[in-house]
């Protein structure tokens, strides 16, 4: 794709969702949740039910890898465990997804600002984006610390596109998952879909604006949406 295609794109803010949508980071967390589970002298669980729990945060992913009837106290000392771990092991595996650098740098050389909206602790989500070597990408990141409210509460969306100056209309959230859909719904912002990610399923509930298969689709949508319709691609 020619540079100058992008040049008057239509949406002019990327919000990216982070584990399942830019990151395959699977492996690594699947690591993480059975060592906690060894840890607090549990046995593994399979890995497919591990990436089930993942998109709501690390509190929320510690409650279900522990189960119902485990105590606060032990979710708690669990939590603090697999944060320890995972930020040793946050980047034994995890890869960008196909296409995804190349997206990222055609809408940075065609001046769309992107940030990253994640439910990930922040200071691990802008440790493995600098080290996959993308952070620059973007001009902000949240992580699921940075507000007292997690995704699907708009909170963050809203402050991106305070810090942004870019309204509503020409702002778009990129995710895998329910979850990010249902945040961009709150927001009053466009919805794309992942079918790579960690829960492309809950996209068939929550109906994103737009589907894609490969992150390098993304710029034929930010430059001319109307060309793009979710019923050609499901």
Known sequence: MELRSLMDPHYKLVIFDLDGTLIDSKLDLAHAVNATRTHM????????????????????LIRRALGNEASQADVDAALEY????YREHKLDYTVLYPGVRQSLDELRDA?????????????ISREILDGLGVGPHFFQVYGGNSFEQKKPDPVGIHALLVESGISALEAMMV??????????????????????????????IDTPDYL???M?????????????????II
Not at 82 to 85: A, G, Q, T
Not at 185 to 194: D, E, H, L, M
Request: hydrophobic residues 40%.
């Open 111 to 123: 001046g769309v600002r992107m940030a990253v909206l994640t439910n990930k602790p922040f200071r």
């Open 175 to 204: 995710g895998d998952s329910g979850v990010d859909i249902q945040t961009a719904r709150n927001a009053g912002i466009a919805a794309v879909g992942c079918s790579w990610g960690f829960q492309p399923e809950s996209l068939l």
């Open 216 to 232: 390098t689709e993304l710029a034929g949508i930010v430059r001319s949406p109307s060309t793009v319709r979710l019923d050609a």
């Open 82 to 85: 697999f944060l320890s771990y």
């Open 212 to 214: 894609i298969e490969n």
């Open 41 to 60: 002298a549990l046995g593994p669980l399979s890995h497919e039910l591990i990436y089930s729990y993942v998109g709501n945060g690390a509190p929320v």
